[in-house]
């Protein structure tokens, strides 16, 4: 039931800008909240942000204040990650997963209700 789609990475140079986008069903947006993660090969998945799907609490790594912003988009069904003054170290395939906005905020994985097929960030110049 839960259905969602990433789009928006792409190779970027250091300090450069880039946009994500996750399109969620109606019904995934409506009910839950949509969180990032992020991965490299070999290292487990972590959290990076996430936005509520009531009253739009949000939540950052600490890696990340002051540079992404995460936002919804109701009519569109989406949610953004924008992405500013970005390092090598942000490279990585870039998911988004709906679940309960605890869930989403303490990085409990497993108990999150559905995923995207990720989408790869490359910061480099």
């Known amino acids: 039931q839960v259905q969602l789609a990433e789009s928006g990475g792409g190779l970027v140079q250091p300090g450069g800008s880039l946009r994500l986008s996750c399109v969620a069903s109606?019904?995934?947006?409506?009910?839950?909240?949509i969180g990032w993660f992020r991965q490299v090969p070999g290292k487990e998945r972590e959290g990076v942000a996430g936005?509520?799907?009531?009253?739009?609490?949000?939540y950052y790594a600490d890696s990340v204040k002051g540079r992404f912003t995460i936002s919804r988009d109701v009519a569109k069904s989406t949610v953004y990650l924008q992405m500013n003054n970005l390092a090598p170290e942000d490279s990585a395939v870039y998911y988004c997963?709906?679940?309960?906005?605890?869930?989403?905020?303490?990085?409990?994985?497993?108990?999150?209700?559905?995923w995207g097929q990720g989408t790869q960030v490359t910061v480099s110049s």
């Open positions: 109606r019904t995934t947006f409506d009910y839950y909240a």
């Open positions: 936005v509520s799907s009531y009253n739009d609490l949000t």
């Open positions: 997963a709906a679940g309960h906005y605890t869930y989403l905020k303490e990085a409990r994985v497993q108990y999150l209700e559905g």
